[in-house]
C-alpha cells in the first residue's frame, strides 16, 4: 500500500480502537465467571478475534459486547487444538487461564506464533501444579494439563505482564494464596483489575498477591488502544505545529512510555484523566509537534515503551541529534526480529540506523521514501506509513498485517493527515 502524507500541519482528534491488551483480559476473565458480562469497545483486530475463538471453543457464548459463562468449572476440552492465530497474549494467557482445569489442551498459531518463545510459562505453572510442555526450543504449540493447583510464591526473572497474567489466571483457581514478583516494567493491568475485583492486592514489599475465588461478571467500556495511538502521535510530533488529540485511551503508567519519551525529546505533550476502568487510568492526549532532540533510552524507559520502538525511531529519525536505544532485547522476539526490522525500515526510507545487540542507534537524516516489508509485523507496517508524514512517498509491502490490531488504520492516518 502506498502513502504520501501532507508535509504540512494538521490538527485532528482521532478515536482509536480498544485497547487489545485489555481486550484480552476482559474476555477470557468474563469466560472464567459464572453469568453475563459487558466488555464494550473491544479491540476489532485479528488478535483479539483469536481470543474470542478461544473462550468459544471453552464454551463461553461471546455476541458483541456481552460474554455469556457458566464459569470457568464448566469449561470443557475443546474438540481440536485452540488456534490462537497470531497473537502471543492469547497464547500465554490462556495458558494461565486452563492451568486449573482437569483436561489437556492444546494450543497452536500461525507460522510466526509457533516460533515466539513460550518457555517462561513452564516454571510458574508448574509452580501451581499445572503441566505445561513446549517444543524443545521452547516455541508452541503448548500443551496445557491442568490439574488441581496449590498456592505459591512466583519469582519470574522477567518483567512480562502476559507470563504475570498467566500465572495469576491460575492462582485464581489454586486451593491457596499466590503471591508474585518480577522485575520493575511491566504493565499492571491485570494487577489493578484484580484489586478493584477484591481478588489480589498489592503487598508491603512489592509482591502481589492473587486471592482465589470466582471472578464477578465484568461490566466495563474498554478504552482506546494507547499502543495504537502511539503511531498518530508520532505523526503529529515530527511536524511542527501538527497536532493529534486521542479522547479516552490507556494511561496505565505501562503504557505511556512513548509520550514520556516524545516530551523528553522536545514535542509538547498534554495528558489529562479522566477517569479509570477497574483501577486502571483512562484520559485525553494531545500531542503536537515541535522541532525534536535525540534521546537516550534504556532500562524501564526502554520497558515502557517497548512496543512503541519502531514509531520512536521515525520519530528519532527527525530528531537533531542520534537517538540510542538500548535494553530491548525482547524486540528479537516479537512478530519479526524487531531491531532487525526497524532498522531495515529506516534505511529503506533513506535515513541512517545501526543494530546493536539490545537495540538500535538511528541518527538524523530525511526519510526521502521507498518501499518497506512489514515482514508480516503489524507495528513496523504502521511506523512505515506514518514516515511518510512529511510528504515521502512510502510503499509498504504486507500492510495487511496491520489487521492484527487496527484494520482501519490506513484510513484513519490519512482523514488525520487531511484535517486542517
Not at 279 to 307: F, N, S
Amino acid at each position: 500500500m502506498r502513502f504520501r502524507g501532507p508535509g504540512e500541519p494538521f490538527d485532528a482528534t482521532v478515536d482509536v480502537p480498544g485497547d487489545k491488551s485489555l481486550s484480552h483480559r476482559a474476555l477470557i476473565l468474563a469466560a472464567m465467571a459464572r453469568g453475563t458480562s459487558q466488555a464494550a469497545h473491544l479491540g476489532p483486530g485479528r488478535d483479539v478475534a483469536a481470543t474470542i475463538g478461544a473462550v468459544r471453543a471453552l464454551g463461553a457464548m461471546v455476541d458483541g459486547p456481552a460474554i455469556t459463562s457458566s464459569g470457568v468449572e464448566a469449561w470443557h476440552q475443546p474438540p481440536h487444538d485452540i488456534d490462537a492465530a497470531n497473537s502471543a497474549t492469547t497464547m500465554r494467557l490462556l495458558a494461565g487461564a486452563l492451568a486449573g482445569r482437569p483436561f489437556t489442551t492444546t494450543i497452536r498459531g500461525d507460522a510466526s506464533l509457533m516460533r515466539r518463545p513460550m518457555g517462561r510459562l513452564v516454571a510458574p505453572l508448574a509452580a501451581l501444579g499445572a503441566s505445561v510442555a513446549v517444543s524443545p526450543n521452547g516455541t508452541p504449540p503448548v500443551v496445557v494439563t491442568g490439574g488441581i493447583l496449590r498456592g505459591a510464591h512466583i519469582t519470574l526473572p522477567v518483567p512480562s505482564a502476559q507470563v504475570r497474567t498467566a500465572t495469576a489466571l491460575a492462582a485464581l483457581q489454586a486451593g491457596g494464596i499466590t503471591t508474585i514478583s518480577s522485575p520493575e516494567g511491566y504493565r499492571d493491568h491485570t494487577e489493578r483489575w484484580l484489586g478493584h475485583l477484591g481478588l489480589g492486592a498489592w503487598l508491603p514489599d512489592g509482591r502481589f498477591e492473587v486471592r482465589p475465588g470466582p471472578v464477578p461478571p465484568l461490566d466495563v467500556a474498554l478504552p482506546g488502544d494507547s499502543s495504537s495511538a502511539a503511531f498518530l502521535w508520532v505523526s503529529a510530533a515530527i511536524i511542527p505545529g501538527a497536532r493529534v488529540t486521542t479522547p479516552r485511551v490507556s494511561l496505565n503508567p505501562g503504557r505511556v512510555g512513548l509520550l514520556d519519551t516524545l516530551a523528553a525529546m522536545g514535542a509538547q505533550v498534554d495528558v489529562v484523566v479522566t477517569g479509570e476502568v477497574l483501577g486502571d487510568p483512562v484520559g485525553d492526549v494531545a500531542v503536537c509537534g515541535v522541532a525534536l532532540i535525540g534521546i537516550e533510552l534504556a532500562g524501564v524507559g526502554t520497558l515502557r515503551a517497548l512496543d512503541e520502538l519502531p514509531a520512536l525511531a521515525v520519530a528519532a529519525a527527525h530528531a537533531d541529534s542520534p537517538s540510542t536505544v538500548a535494553g530491548a532485547e525482547e524486540l528479537r522476539a516479537k512478530e519479526s526480529n524487531r531491531i532487525a526490522t526497524i532498522v531495515a525500515m529506516i534505511r529503506a526510507l533513506g535515513g541512517s540506523a545501526e543494530e546493536a545487540q539490545d537495540g538500535f542507534v538511528v541518527r538524523p537524516r530525511a526519510l526521502t521514501g521507498g518501499i518497506v516489508r512489514s515482514g508480516g509485523d503489524h507495528r513496523i507496517a504502521m511506523a512505515a506509513a506514518v514516515a511518510a508524514t512529511r510528504g515521502a512517498a512510502v510503499t509498504v509491502e504486507g500492510f495487511d498485517a496491520t489487521g492484527v490490531s487496527w484494520p482501519e488504520f490506513a484510513g484513519a492516518l490519512e482523514a488525520m493527515w487531511s484535517s486542517r
